[in-house]
Each structure stands twice: as C-alpha cells, then as structure tokens.
C-alpha cells in the first residue's frame, strides 16, 4: 500500500490529502484501475475527526478500493480546545467556499495522478460524515457551478457519494437553534463562524450552503444513513436530502438505524470512543454501502 501524506497549498500545511493506495500486481491486470473513496472526516469545521479518517479508508481498502482522505480547512490547524463557549472570530481565508473547493482540488490531483496511481479517475466517490458529509454533499451539487469550476479551470465530478450523519440544511438548522439548550446553541454558533463567516448567516447564504435545498440534475448517486436517536444532527437533514434526491429523480438509498448517537463513524471498535459506539446494528452500513457502491463503481473483476 502506497501511504502517502500530500500537502494541496504551499503555506497551509494542515490541508492535507492522505492515499491509501492498494498494491497493483502484473499477474492481476483487472486490479490496474480501482475506484476510488475521497474521505472527508467530520468535526463541526472546527477540526477533522481522525476517527472519521484513517479507519473509514481502510474500511473500504478492505473492499478494494483506493482511498484518499482529505483535511480540508476548518477553524483549528489541530484539535485544540473546541470548547464551544470559547470566543470564536472569522478566519476568512477557511470559510465557505474554501472547504468544497478544496475537495474539488484533491479531485483534481487525484485525476491528475490516475494512470500513476492506477486509479479509474472516471470512478471517484466522495463520503463524509458530519461536517465532512456536507462538505462532500456541497461538492456533489456544486461541482459543475461558477463556484468551484472557476477555482479549479475544470469540473470533476463524483461517481457517487456516500453521506453519513449529514448536516444537510442549514435552513432548519437556524429555525432549531432557538429551541436548543445552551451548549447547542454555543455550538452552532462556533460552527456558522468557522464555516459561513458570521454568527447569524443571511437566509440567501443559508440556502446557498444548504446541499438538500441545491440538489441538481447533475448531483451523483447517493447513499444516507444516520441514526433516529441523532441529538446532534437530527435525521431531518438525512430525510431532506432524500427528498432533494427524489424530486430530481437522482438514484439514492438510505438506512436510518434505530439507535446510535452522532458520530459513530464505523460503530466497532476501531472507531469507538466509548462503549456506547459500538453498536454492531449501525456498523452494517458499511457492508450495505459496499454491496451500493457495485452498482456504481464495482471493481473490474474478470469473469469465470
């Protein structure tokens, strides 16, 4: 496996594409071109979660797949103190749209090296979970746009995308916030500052970064999952992608779990925090995302 470590901008060494690269063989010539997982871990924008990260690509390497996880920008070069009460002040140069661009650059270098990598460039989905699902969501309905294409000189679009968790509308999210407790209130404010620029985004800028609301005839396949006893990120956000999904006749499927809390990444072990996240009914969104993806983007396996 080729694990490699690449930095997308000269000066922000935090912003980081990680590979995953599965060994090419001449005695396995079907295994020369693999899709591909783009892996955006969650974190509220505020840092990426290495939970959502290295764990979640392997998961796929073991289905075989390349896989690539990307750092986008978020509020702190590292973890840090997250604490939501703490004072928070704009750092324009990571807000929107700096994040979905960013996906946008790793598409475009992961094409760049696809005949090197032995990756099918035509056959790249991009997964997130939390944060890194709307992020990866974001560019899965603005990969085409002004907003990216720009940016980048190009358009690359995604195969497929798998989202888990996601923050989908941030149009609800708003009319939520004043029903919540405290702390939930402290942390929706830290994450419209680290993302959107201000406390309290305009309702235009909230449709704008609202992916169920911009759902598109050219948005990919997708696969949803989350969980019913979601506190953080209600399964609203799920259902209104779905719908988004629907109303454009764009291929989907989606899993709500009964139980879970948020951020269950793979819901083993491996990913577990406590003993709460292990939670083997949740965890079967992997196999199920696995035998969605073959529909999609299934490995060239010679007959026989």
């Not at 955006?40 to 290495?50: N, T």
């Not at 953080?232 to 629907?246: C, D, E, H, S």
């Amino acid at each position: 496996m080729l694990n490699k470590k690449i930095f997308l901008y000269e000066n922000r060494p935090n912003v980081t594409l990680t590979t995953y690269i599965l060994d090419s063989s001449p005695k396995n010539p079907a295994w020369d071109s693999r899709p591909g997982i783009l892996i955006c871990p969650g974190g509220a924008y505020l840092y990426c979660s290495q939970r959502e990260a290295e764990p979640i690509a392997m998961a796929f390497a073991a289905m075989g797949y390349h896989a690539f996880v990307l750092n986008y920008s978020v509020y702190a070069d590292e973890g840090g103190d997250m604490n939501p009460n703490r004072e928070f002040v704009v750092k324009p140069e990571r807000v929107h749209p700096t994040p979905v661009r960013e996906v946008g650059l790793a598409m475009k270098y992961l094409t760049e090296h696809a005949a090197e990598w032995h990756l099918d460039a035509e056959r790249i989905a991009v997964c997130g979970f939390s944060a890194g699902a709307h992020n990866a969501a974001m560019y899965g309905v603005y990969w085409n746009s002004p907003m990216v294409t720009d940016y980048l000189g190009g358009a690359y679009r995604p195969a497929a995308m798998i989202l888990g968790y996601a923050l989908t509308d941030f149009t609800y999210i708003s009319r939520l916030i004043p029903k919540c407790d405290d702390q939930a209130k402290a942390l929706f404010r830290a994450i419209n500052i680290a993302f959107a620029g201000t406390a309290e985004p305009p309702e235009e800028l909230l449709k704008e970064i609202s992916p169920a609301l911009q759902v598109n005839a050219q948005t990919p396949p997708t696969f949803l999952w989350a969980t019913a006893d979601d506190e953080l990120v209600p399964i609203r956000n799920t259902l209104a992608m779905a719908q988004g999904l629907a109303d454009h006749q764009i291929p989907f499927e989606v899993h709500i779990f009964e139980r879970g809390h948020h951020g269950l990444a793979l819901a083993t072990q491996a990913t577990a925090k406590r003993k709460s996240q292990i939670l083997p009914s949740a965890g079967k969104w992997v196999p199920m995302a696995g035998e969605w993806l073959k529909q999609w983007m299934p490995l060239q396996v010679p007959e026989g």
